[in-house]
């Protein structure tokens, strides 16, 4: 393991093209997580603004808020 990190190490430090092979995503690769990640985003919204999850958390923050202190 440890060669492995050296021999990365001395490429990155060279600037060899085995040190730009990860050197991050594509446009493509963006495009498709900005898109996974608007879907999540979506399917969150309507699952919290649903009728018994959005009951749920009223009456969740109902019993907090009427809590003995």
């Not at 991050?24 to 699952?47: H, I, N, R």
């Amino acid at each position: 393991m440890f060669r492995r990190i050296k021999a990365r190490l001395r490429a990155a430090l060279r600037g060899t093209a085995e040190a730009r092979a990860d050197a991050g995503m594509t446009t493509s690769e963006y495009a498709m997580g900005t898109l996974a990640a608007v879907s999540f985003a979506a399917v969150l919204y309507k699952v919290v603004t649903s009728g018994a999850v959005s009951g749920a958390l009223e009456a969740l923050i109902g019993k907090a808020l009427d809590g003995n202190f």
